[in-house]
């Protein structure tokens, strides 16, 4: 459903601080895929989800979305189908406003409601329904601001407001990596119950190693701009820490002497 064919990236071409992050880098993401994206620091991830994202544009190359080519749309166009969730808490919602007010513009997203849906009382119930889910004790703060959360808060509630759109594509920026480690499973379990319920096609670039063992049906390792490792199914479910490193270790010694 996602297709990056012969993608280029360069920075800063023509300076001294030209930097070829993407040299006609192909890839393909199913439907429902949920893909957990490792590597190590300057290896392209984000610059990966920042050209599916539409953030920075491509030298080269095609990008499509369920067979519709959107490599000349701009971010503000492909973020009717793509939501993505970053690392800083306070990015994905805005703070000034009610979970309420938030949740409100999020589902009408795309659409042409008026101000008059706000006061719908039926959708306050549904509003209500499903931040019950996250045991979170967000329900009872359906009229605060999200500045009163905290992160774990607000992290779980950017998850849902990036997905009552109903986006074709989910992308995760370190979105845990903030966290305190328990908070930041609470929301890691919070996102595979959602990615799960929706079926929703994710890419969920993280550090936490665990995190990308133990989550998704595909994981890939990203490194100088390539896919050095890409296992799904049952080699994914297979894997483990030990043996993912030794993979890193054997491919990077491979691609040394390539
Ligand atoms: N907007 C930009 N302008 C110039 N160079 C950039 C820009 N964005 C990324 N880069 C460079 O592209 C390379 C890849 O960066 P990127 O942020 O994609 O790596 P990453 O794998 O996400 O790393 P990290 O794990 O440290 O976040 C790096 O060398 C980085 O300096």
């Known amino acids: 459903m996602l297709q990056l064919e012969n993608i280029s990236k360069t920075f800063n071409k023509g300076s001294i601080n030209e930097n ?27 610059t990966f989800l920042n050209i599916v994202s539409g953030k920075v544009p491509v ?60 006061k719908e009382k039926r959708k306050e119930k549904h509003f209500r329904e499903l931040l ?21 808060q607000r992290q779980s509630l950017a998850l849902l407001i990036a997905v009552l759109g109903n986006p074709e594509l989910l992308l995760l920026d370190e979105h845990t990596a903030a966290l305190d480690p328990k908070t930041s499973e609470i929301v890691m379990d919070i996102t595979d119950k959602i990615v799960k319920e929706k079926n929703l096609s994710t890419l969920m670039v993280t550090h936490n190693i665990d995190h990308a063992i133990r989550y ?17 199914g049952e080699e994914k479910e297979k894997l483990t820490k030990e043996k993912l490193l030794s993979l890193f270790k054997d491919m990077n ?3 040394f002497f390539s």
């Open 253 to 255: 010694d491979r691609s």
């Open 132 to 152: 019950e889910v996250f045991d979170l004790g967000l329900e009872d703060k359906l009229h605060n601001p999200i500045s009163q959360l905290s992160g774990g």
């Open 59 to 118: 030298d080269s190359g095609r990008i499509t979305l369920d067979k519709l080519d959107i490599t000349e749309e701009k971010e503000f166009e492909r973020c009717k189908k793509i939501s993505r969730i970053f690392q800083d808490p306070s990015l994905g919602t805005i703070p000034s406003m009610t979970i309420y007010e938030n949740m409100s513009i999020a589902k009408n997203k795309g659409n042409s409601f008026g101000l008059s849906f706000l």
């Open 216 to 232: 998704g049906n595909r994981i890939i390792m990203f490194h100088r701009g390539e896919v050095l490792i890409d296992l799904s």
């Open 20 to 46: 070829k992050v993407f040299d006609n880098f192909n890839i393909n993401i199913d439907n429902g895929d949920f893909v957990c994206i490792v590597g190590s620091n300057g290896a392209g991830k984000s």
